[in-house]
């Protein structure tokens, strides 16, 4: 919730810029043709299609109730995205866009008291295809955008590593306290490739996106972004295989750069 309400600040923040940028160019002298200029843009803009490149900083949260299980905590950790983004423009101020992609949804699964240093960590790659409609204002340049949305995604791979007891390898010498399962059993380490379970992985994921940002148009054919982003699962991480299940989604926080060439002005 507290990211929610950074990336509504951000949003915020970026439309007090560039209105202010968009204020001044308004009122500077040798603008008296303004308005005409920005229609003519407007038409030079309207069917544009561009293609891009993005990269970017994500942190995903398993969202889920553990408050049936004793001494047990969901940490967020951090992965990466690569994405292709597509835009159309329908006009100068919305567009149809898309930004198929590879993200990292990791957590990891924490023991404390008794079970400290027990842990997992999980790491696993998504495939995802967006569909967004973004919706901009500002000046010629400098740009505030929004992207909500909704996407479909699959489960692609997985990784887990982590530290557990092994109850094979007891503990038979030295003094023991008592308060940590290490001291009756030594730990073991793992580092394997997830093995999927038809019967309890659900591997297609749906939900939906919000993002916000910036960009600026360097010239008629580039043009450079930043985005914050957060995508929420609809679906439940696993397929319903026994009763009394407790229900697990994906939280992803995002934050990319990237470029968008427009192909038109490209081929010229």
Do not use: H
């Amino acid at each position: 919730m507290k990211y929610s309400i950074g990336l509504v600040a951000i949003l915020v923040a970026l439309w007090g810029v560039v209105n202010a940028q968009n204020d001044s160019l308004k009122a500077s002298p040798g603008n008296q043709e303004f308005g005409n200029s920005q229609t003519n843009a407007a038409n030079r803009i309207r069917g544009m299609f561009s293609l891009g490149l993005e990269t970017g900083y994500t942190l995903n949260y398993l969202i889920t109730n553990i408050s049936s299980l004793t001494d047990t905590e969901y940490q967020p950790i951090g992965g990466f995205s690569v994405a292709i983004p597509v835009a159309y423009a329908l006009t100068d101020w919305w567009s149809l866009y898309s930004d198929p992609n590879l993200t990292k949804k990791n957590y990891e699964y924490e023991r404390t008291g008794s079970f400290q240093g027990v842990n997992e960590t999980y790491t696993n790659t998504y495939l995802q295809l967006p569909f967004m409609a973004r919706f901009q204002y500002g000046g010629k340049k400098l740009k505030g955008f929004v992207n909500p949305g909704f996407y479909g995604g699959y489960w692609l791979s997985g990784r887990v590593k982590g530290t557990m007891p092994n109850p094979l390898n007891p503990v038979t010498t030295g003094s023991t306290s008592g308060t940590s399962i290490f001291d009756g059993l030594n730990p073991y380490s793992f580092n394997e490739k997830y093995a999927f379970n038809s019967t309890k992985d659900n591997r297609w994921e749906f939900g939906w996106i919000l993002g916000a940002g910036a960009s600026y148009q360097l010239n008629s054919t580039f043009q450079l972004f930043v985005e914050g982003r957060i995508t929420q699962s609809l679906t439940d991480q696993q397929k319903q295989y026994m009763t009394n299940q407790v229900q697990r989604y994906n939280q992803t926080i995002g934050i990319s750069a990237g470029c968008l060439v427009n192909l038109k002005a490209l081929s010229k």
